[in-house]
């Protein structure tokens, strides 16, 4: 590993301006804006001093975090690295089934394709961590892997280029996705997205998740537009369970969450205590059992106790 490391290249997986790297000064103080093929875009505190640290941990965490900003990248959300959110952020990349990432594969060829016949491309480069996987090597041995299950049809180009399409049975496994209980380890998190709530997630309910071994998956919502996209939908059938905080009372939260009980998944219920105090929880739900949180730091040790009160310990 470079002793001095170019402060021109993405200082996650080290690609170059020649790789599609820009490095920029961020809107927010002390952060850069990193964009990389790779890894997405993402901000990162203080470059330097992050590095000199960053050089001890293992190579393996590096590629976990550049699967955790790509996706949330993918997921319209970019997340600020600091020395401790690297961390965490990582660590929900570094386990992930076999069989999880080939499904989410095949998702992501669905999405892109959208209609049965249509072939899709993939950078063998640099879209790796579109899923959790860590060199284009394991990207292709999936590829070949799903080939050999005649699940899709794929042909490498000349410029490192996968050109997949699903076969029937391929459209088959991703679209009934019916389960009845969701894919294991994914947890659903309804919120409204706003600055006054952003503290709730980042220092609240997404480091509960993780130190519970869960992946939460968050998207944010335009909340101009009534309708609830399908991508919302899809990721509510595929979690094992929800966590809903109802702190703005959005109409969207209480949609995504009364949708999740009617497959059966289990909600968690959570609101700021304010709002509890003021009764503004809808009368329909106000009697279920929600966590009433003063701050961010309360809202994750008493989620982080819920989930395995109710969600370990039953599973
Ligand atoms: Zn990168």
Redesign the pocket.
Known sequence: MAQDPDPNN??????SPADG?KVETANVPSFFQ?K????GVYLWYEYDDIFASWRWLDPILKCAL?CA?RQSFEAKQVVQITETTALQLAEAHLNTRVSENQERLLREIAKKAVRPHVEVPFSSKSDFTLIDCYSREEFLWHFESLKGQGLIAFTLTASDEVVARLTTTGWNKVQPLVRPTGIPGRCFVAMWFSEDTRAAYESGISPALSDAGFTPIRIDRKEHNNEIPDEIIAEIRNCQFMVADFTGQSAGVYYEAGFAMGLGRPVIWCCRQDEISARKLHFDTNHKNHIGWETPEDLRERLYRRIRATILEQG
């Open positions: 993405c200082p996650i997986c080290s690609g790297v990193v990389c093929p790779q890894c550049s900003t």
